[in-house]
Each structure stands twice: as structure tokens, then as C-alpha cells.
């Protein structure tokens, strides 16, 4: 057991092993919240005081969960000397919405939803309510589609059914009518969007005492990550788990509080002082993860907010590397430039995968990703278009959603004529009124026509027929042959990659079965939803890691670059138009900040294509805000086109400090002799451009590279 408290500071150590009483852990980044609240549960379980199936511990994403589970089985002894029972396996970890789901899933009876309820993601949402305004002859110009999701969504994050929703005036009143109208289909289809998991989970058990008593007996001990980010109900729903006997902890910070937006409110930190912690109130201050430079700059860039608790990091790392800063004329040579930079790190032996590309907006990666793809530079996208939500893959998905709940009038709509069976708008418009006169699915208004939707309903029967008794995996791939879509992207030239995801799929299902208990399709369909995109393509290979910075919230990385810091886009132009909208910005600046370890680069452009359209941006205020005796910046890189070798250009050579200069001769170990052309950087950061006799022209880091002049 002390091997585990071993590595942990004072503080540290008093945290995870406080004795039996809630507290609030409220620390900086990087000061091992994490860590503490891992090695808690490791140490409660390993010194008997609970057994793994009495925690609940909610983290903020799957990933961070899975990471989780891994940590604490390697803290632990092997399985020889544990109790029985202690296999971690019977912890609940997981996000509240995984959590949720497991909930539901056990008592979908009491929840009042079909045992197959499928969940809807955020783009099947949004489908839903359309279809929803279309059968209510809905004016969408008036009301927006978009804006009823967003009704609806806020209301279920704060609790509100539709007979309770804040409804005004006669828009939102319509919008509440329309909110019940949407509830009523989801239940009539079986399915559940994302708040609903939430705000269901948590009625079953405020209006279920029995239920509610056996969860507050048997979690004695509840853990919450992250716990700034919370919204109303969550801390709602968690409460319902507290019993009198249960201990709470929760770490969290409130500089790193970057979803207002959602409804997250630090207030919760606050009311779960006075309610739980009863002052029991655990600094961190030591940070362990950035070196000297990274945190100067995240701590002076946080202090200009007013809205603190107030608390300040340090740490015993030397100042380390200086923070590059690089301005390029455009998106396209802002990509160039990290794409350079990461090679060239990536020759001084840091992995790609411990190097994050961080951006504040979605729509930003396509150029850093096409300049990553030209490059050969193997790349994963965190966020973005997750895997599951690919066309392709949302197709196979509907298959296999009507094998185990037909009456998903969505997944029928998506895959009844796709691949194409000649059943068109006029025969499903048709199907739609049989099915709205007898009040039944189209799925059974299917089943008794004729023609060719009886057909479609008919395939879906062999399918399910045919793969009777067949594991996951193999039903998957029967299923995605059987319908037709292999064929039709095998015959589509531009199929392969969607080929490729659907065999990613039944891989995908292969590893789903070995890692959980609940290998039926069902469990699969409601993993698909919930997953956060961790199994694209190429898993396990060492790959550049991009993200927007949202999603890097509790990850950390040797190298980050933080792209496209001009205004409106970083900060955010939205952020002008919202209370304490720049705070927020800037909280998310202090994030991506202190996700470096070592080296932290800053870039932004001069001009940038972004929703079609050419920006040139001013710097963002955020750079201004750092110290300047942490910063470094780079001399932009001249364009080479105007100069050639035989007669060096007149130019005045950059101020540097190398002892080299521009045309002079050098040898290199294996290179051979050449001529210097260009420079770049300065101090430890300097690289020259050499055009070798026999090896084309090369950059070389003259720390690394070894140069004599020749
Ligand atoms: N006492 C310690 N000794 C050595 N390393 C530590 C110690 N405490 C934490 N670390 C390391 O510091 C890094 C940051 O820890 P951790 O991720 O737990 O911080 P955090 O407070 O959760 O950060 P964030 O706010 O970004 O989520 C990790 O690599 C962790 O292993
Ligand atoms: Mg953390």
C-alpha cells in the first residue's frame, strides 16, 4: 500500500487518504486532481474499507474512463491476493451519460422505455424534430428547427419537462406544444436523445424510493472529475445517489469551468461546499506536469480574469523552452509550419502521439489536416466527425436498429431506399399516411402492404433470421452484406474508405465483446452512441493528435500547438455577444495552455479561408496578454522562390547569434558539403536551410545538426 501514497505530496497524500468525509478538492491544472482521485479509489479498495462495487466514479469522457480502469487494475495487486469480488469491473466509472444509460439499461421497466431503446445522437436528434414539423405542417421558416433542438436540449439540462419548460410568450409557447409533441414520437419510437438519459435516470429514481435506497446503500463512496463542469441537473442526479452514509469527493477547478455554455455552474462547487464538504476544502498548489515558461504564461493569462476563487500554481521544473510564438501569412503556411515542426520533433525522438494540435473551432481542421495528409504525417481526429457518425457507419447502424426495434421510424426512413430500391417519396409519403391513420410504426405499415416496402420489410426479416446465434461481429458483417451497402460502395469509386469503416466496425464490435459483459447487439447500438470517436482507423498507430480544445480538457501532451490565435476566432466572436463571454475564452485559452509539458507553440495568420470565405485577422488579444520575457518569436520563413544558390541574394542576414551565415559552406556527417541558404529561429530554436551538393536542400536544427563550416 505505500508504494501508492509514495509519490504523492503532502497534500496529495492527505486527500486520498482523507478518512471517511466529503470534501473539494479545488486546485490549478496539472496539480494531480486526477491522479488523487484515481489513487483514492485504488487505496479505499486496497485497504479493504470498500469493495470496487460500492464506487461510483464519474469522469468526463470515455476515454478518461477506460484510462481510468486501466490505472487503478495496474495499482492493484495481482488478482491472486485480492478479495473476492474486487475485480474493478464492479465499479461503476463512466461520463453521466454513460452512467445514465447503464441505469436505464438495467431498469428500462420502471424508466418506462422499451428494453431495445436506441439512443439518438445530436444529427438523429435534429432529424427527428424534422420529421417531427414536417407531420405537424410546422412553419420552419418561423421555427427553426435547429432552435427547437436547442429549446428542448436546455430544458432537459436544466430538468424541465415540457409542462414546466420556460415558456413566455406565444413562440415559446409553441415551442413547449412542439417540446411534447417531440417527447411523445421518442417514446412512441423507443428512442432517447442524450439529455433525455439524464433527466429520465433521474426522475426514475427521485419517483422510485425503493430503487433510490438500494443505489444510496450500495455506493459508499462517489468520485466526480472535473466537477466544474457540471449543470444543474447532473448535481441534481448525483445527489439522489448520496445516501446519509455515502462520501463524496470532488475535484475540480473553477479556471478550467468551459461549459457555460452547456449549463455548467461552478456555482455547484460552491453549494457543494456547504452541502457536502462542510468546509472541507483540499488545495493543490504544485504542478507537476509543465515546465517553468508554460505555467508563467497560463498563470499571468488567468490572473486578468475578475470571476476567481483565486489560487496560484508553481512548480520545481526549471523555466524549460520558451513559448514559440509564429505568425504566417495564411492558414495554408500556418499548416506548413506545424507540420515542419513536428517532423523535425519528431526525428529528436518525440512521438507523434505525444504532440496535440489544438484549435478552438471544428471548421479549422480541414487545412491542418490536408497539410498532415500531403505530408504523410499520420493524424487522429478527437471530436470532430466521430466515427459513428459517419455516413456509412450511421447507415449499418439503422440496419441493425431494425433488427432489434423496428418501430424506429428514423432508421427505417434512413436505409428503406438506400441502396436504392426504387421506393420513392410518393410510396413513402403514402406508407406514412397508412401508418398515421392506424397509429402504428411504418415498419408495420410496411409489414402488411405489398410491393416493394413489404419487401424491404421482408429483408430485414432474413437478416435477422440469418444471424440467429451468431456472435456480434458476425451478425454486423452479415448484415452489412446481406442489405446491400458493401456492394454499393464496392461499386462507388470513391467507396474505399467507407468500405474500410464498415470492416472498421465489426472490429470495433470484436473488441466491444471482449471488453463488456453485455455483448448483444443492443448494448453495441447504445456504445455506438455514446462513444467518443476512439476507434477510427488506424488504432494503436503513432499519430499526431488533433482536437479542438474542448475536447483536450484533462489530457496533456510533450508538444502543443495552439493554431488560429486571431480575434473572433480566438477568442471566440460569439463570446462578444454573451455575459462574461470573454472570461470563458479565456478560461479556455488557460486550458489548451496547461495541456503542454514541455513545448508550447502559438500560431496565427494573416489570412485564413474559414465557411468559404478569405478573413485576415488581427492577432488575438490573448498573445498580448503573456509575459513577453517567456516568448519567442520566430522569424517567419522567407519565401525561397526569388533566390537561388549561384548567386545569393543580397539580403540582410537575420540578426543571429549562430556563427553561420547565409552562403557560407558546411559539411555534414552524412549529408556531405553544401551551402547555407536560409535561417530560421534563433538561439536553441535556430535551423538553417542547406542546399548539399548531392542531397537536396535540407532544414537542420543546428543544435542537432552538427554542422563545420567546409
Ligand atoms: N506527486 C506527483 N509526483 C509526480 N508526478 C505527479 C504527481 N502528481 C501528479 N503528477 C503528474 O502530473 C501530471 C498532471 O496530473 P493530473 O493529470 O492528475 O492533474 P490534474 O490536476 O487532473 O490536471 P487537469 O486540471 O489538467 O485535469 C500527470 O502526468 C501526473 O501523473
Ligand atoms: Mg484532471
Request: aromatic content about 6%.
Given at each position: 500500500m505505500s508504494t501508492l501514497l509514495d509519490t504523492l505530496n503532502p497534500e496529495q497524500r492527505a486527500a486520498v487518504t482523507l478518512p471517511h468525509e466529503s470534501a473539494l478538492i479545488l486546485a490549478g491544472a496539472g496539480s494531480g486532481k486526477t491522479r488523487v482521485l484515481t489513487t483514492r479509489i485504488a487505496w479505499l479498495i486496497q485497504t479493504g474499507q470498500v469493495s470496487p462495487h460500492g464506487i461510483l466514479a464519474v469522469t468526463f469522457t470515455n476515454k478518461a474512463a477506460k484510462e481510468m480502469l486501466t490505472r487503478i487494475s495496474a495499482m492493484l495487486p495481482p488478482s491472486t491476493s485480492l478479495r473476492a469480488g474486487a475485480n474493478p469491473r464492479g465499479m461503476w466509472v463512466g461520463t453521466f451519460h454513460g452512467l445514465a444509460n447503464r441505469l436505464l439499461r438495467t431498469h428500462w421497466r420502471e424508466a418506462g422505455l422499451p428494453q431495445s431503446f436506441q439512443i439518438l445522437d445530436s444529427a438523429d436528434?435534429?432529424?427527428?424534430?424534422?420529421?417531427l414539423m414536417k407531420a405537424l405542417n410546422v412553419d420552419t421558416e418561423k421555427y427553426e428547427p435547429k432552435k427547437l433542438q436547442w429549446f428542448i436540449n436546455g430544458n432537459k439540462e436544466a430538468g424541465r419537462r415540457a409542462r414546466d419548460a420556460d415558456a413566455y410568450d406565444d413562440y415559446s409557447m409553441r415551442l413547449a406544444e412542439l417540446y411534447e409533441a417531440y417527447d411523445a414520437q421518442c417514446q412512441r419510437e423507443g428512442v432517447a436523445?442524450?439529455?433525455?438519459?439524464?433527466?429520465?435516470?433521474?426522475?426514475l429514481l427521485y419517483r422510485n424510493e425503493p430503487l433510490r435506497q438500494h443505489y444510496q446503500d450500495r455506493f459508499k463512496h462517489i468520485l466526480i472529475d472535473e466537477f466544474q463542469d457540471t449543470n444543474t441537473l447532473q448535481y441534481r442526479w448525483l445527489k439522489l445517489f448520496a445516501g446519509p452514509h455515502t462520501v463524496l469527493f470532488a475535484v475540480g477547478d473553477d479556471d478550467q469551468s468551459i461549459y457555460a455554455f452547456r449549463g455548467a455552474n461552478t456555482a455547484n462547487m460552491a453549494e457543494f461546499e456547504r452541502e457536502f464538504a462542510h468546509g472541507n476544502v483540499i488545495k493543490l498548489e504544485q504542478n507537476y506536469r509543465s515546465h517553468g515558461n508554460i505555467l508563467t504564461a497560463a498563470n499571468t493569462l488567468i490572473s486578468q480574469n475578475a470571476h476567481r476563487l483565486g489560487k496560484n500554481l508553481w512548480t520545481a521544473e526549471g523555466e524549460g523552452e520558451p513559448i514559440r510564438v509564429f505568425e504566417a501569412y495564411s492558414d495554408q503556411d500556418e499548416a506548413s509550419f506545424v507540420v515542419d515542426e513536428a517532423k523535425a520533433l519528431n526525428r529528436e525522438g518525440v512521438s507523434f502521439s505525444d504532440m496535440a494540435l489544438l484549435y478552438r473551432s471544428n471548421a479549422q481542421s480541414r487545412v491542418l489536416e490536408h497539410a498532415l495528409f500531403s505530408a504523410g504525417v499520420a493524424y487522429r481526429v478527437y471530436g470532430g466527425l466521430r466515427f459513428f457518425e459517419r455516413q456509412e457507419i450511421k447507415h449499418a447502424l439503422a440496419y441493425l436498429r431494425l433488427m432489434t426495434h423496428p418501430e424506429d421510424d428514423g432508421a427505417f426512413l434512413r436505409v428503406v431506399n438506400f441502396p436504392?430500391?426504387?421506393i420513392g417519396a410518393r410510396t413513402l409519403e403514402q406508407l406514412a399516411d397508412t401508418a398515421a391513420r392506424s397509429?402504428?410504426?411504418?415498419?408495420q405499415a410496411a409489414c402488411t402492404g405489398s410491393g416493394k416496402v413489404a419487401g424491404f420489410a421482408k429483408l430485414i426479416e432474413d437478416i435477422k433470421q440469418a444471424t440467429?446465434?451468431?456472435?456480434?461481429?458476425?451478425?454486423?458483417?452479415?448484415?452489412?452484406?446481406?442489405s446491400g451497402l458493401a456492394d454499393y460502395y464496392r461499386a462507388d469509386k470513391d467507396g474505399a474508405?467507407?468500405?474500410?469503416?464498415?470492416?472498421?466496425?465489426?472490429?470495433?464490435a470484436t473488441l466491444f465483446s471482449e471488453e463488456s459483459e453485455d455483448n448483444t447487439l443492443d448494448a453495441f447500438l447504445a456504445h455506438a452512441a455514446l462513444e467518443a470517436g476512439e476507434h477510427q482507423a488506424g488504432a494503436g498507430q503513432d499519430a499526431l493528435q488533433l482536437m479542438t480544445v474542448h475536447a483536450a480538457k484533462g489530457l496533456e501532451f510533450h508538444t502543443v500547438f495552439i493554431t488560429g490565435l486571431e480575434e473572433s476566432l480566438f477568442p471566440h466572436e460569439q463570446s462578444a455577444h454573451e455575459e462574461n463571454g470573454l472570461e470563458e475564452e479565456r478560461r479556455l485559452m488557460y486550458v489548451a495552455i496547461t495541456r503542454a509539458r514541455r513545448r508550447l507553440y502559438l500560431t496565427h495568420a494573416q489570412s485564413r479561408m474559414l465557411h468559404g470565405q478569405v478573413r485576415y485577422g488581427i492577432p488575438s488579444r490573448f498573445l498580448a496578454e503573456l509575459p513577453e520575457q517567456v516568448l519567442l518569436h520566430l522569424n517567419r520563413r522567407a519565401e525561397p522562390s526569388y533566390r537561388s544558390v549561384s548567386e545569393p541574394a543580397p539580403r540582410a542576414t537575420p540578426a543571429n547569434d549562430t556563427g553561420y551565415r547565409v552562403g557560407q559552406s558546411v559539411a555534414h556527417a552524412k549529408f556531405g558539403t553544401g551551402i547555407i541558404i536560409d535561417f530560421e529561429g534563433r538561439g536553441a530554436d535556430a535551423r538553417?536551410?542547406?542546399k548539399f551538393r548531392d542531397a537536396g536542400t535540407k532544414w537542420l536544427a543546428l543544435a542537432y545538426a552538427k554542422l563545420s563550416p567546409a
Open positions: 436528434q435534429l432529424s427527428a424534430i424534422k420529421r436523445d442524450f439529455p433525455e438519459l439524464l433527466l429520465r435516470s433521474y426522475e436504392a430500391r426504387g397509429g402504428s410504426s411504418l415498419w440467429t446465434g451468431l456472435t456480434l461481429a458476425e451478425t454486423i458483417d452479415h448484415a452489412i452484406e446481406a474508405d467507407r468500405l474500410e469503416n464498415l470492416n472498421e466496425l465489426v472490429n470495433a538553417v536551410q542547406v
